[in-house]
Every structure is written in C-alpha cells, then in structure tokens.
Nanobody, 122 residues
Framework: VQLQASGGGLVQAGGSLRLSCAAS????????LGWYRQAPGKERELVAV???????YYADSVKGRLTISRDNAKNTLYLQMNSLKPEDTAVYYC?????????????????WGQGTQVTVSS
C-alpha cells in the first residue's frame, strides 16, 4: 500500500492550496481516509476525515475553511484549503483505515502517506 501526498507549498495568509493523496495497493472505495497535520514542536493532530460513504468530520479549527473530498475513480483524496492562516503551517499527512471511528480517533491507523509541507506566511 502506498499513499503519496502532494500539493503543499508556501502561500500568504488568506490564500488557498489543494492537497492530493494518491493511493495504490488497496481497495480504495472501502477505506475511510483522513488528513492529519503536525506543526513544529507539536503533536500530530486530526484535520478531517471522510468515510467510504462520503460522511465527513472536521476539527473545529478548520471548519468552514478546509474541505475534504475523495474521487474513488481516481483513487485520490483531496483537501481544499481556503482562507489559510499562519497557524495552519504544518506537515500534512494523509491516512487510510477501514474504520472511520479509528481514523477519526487516531487509533491503529495502518497506512500513512509521507507528508507534504504547508507554510502560510503572515
């Protein structure tokens, strides 16, 4: 199984980015998928999760600004990031699990991508 995250970069506050995570080696449409992030000196935290059926869950800090979506035909997960803030600066990781609740709680997640850096300047 491979999860390949891409799309990170440097953007000014208020700007937008779209992250992608291309998956291979798994039956993509039965997996719950998520985005986590880790800022320097901080623990990894949940950003958003999407179930196999399309239900979503967001961390309070990103509600209304970030949108998670998936394209099962392309085996790809997305994170549309709008109205970015300096506190969104982090390495963003995609993750896959057959359990929506486990991936939401950060438990026993079997598959992780390599991370993509997002830097938001003020």
């Amino acid at each position: 199984v491979q999860l390949q995250a891409s799309g990170g970069g440097l953007v000014q506050a208020g700007g937008s980015l779209r992250l992608s995570c291309a998956a291979s080696g798994l039956t993509f449409d039965i997996y719950a998928l998520g985005w986590y992030r880790q800022a320097p000196g901080k623990e990894r935290e949940l950003v958003a999760v999407i179930s196999s059926g399309g239900s979503t869950y967001y961390a309070d800090s990103v509600k209304g600004r970030l949108t998670i979506s998936r394209d099962n035909a392309k085996n790809t997960l997305y994170l549309q990031m709008n109205s970015l803030k300096p506190e969104d600066t982090a390495v963003y990781y995609c993750a896959a699990s057959q359990s929506f609740y486990e991936i939401r709680l950060g438990l026993r997640i079997p598959y992780w991508g390599q991370g993509t850096q997002v830097t938001v300047s003020s």
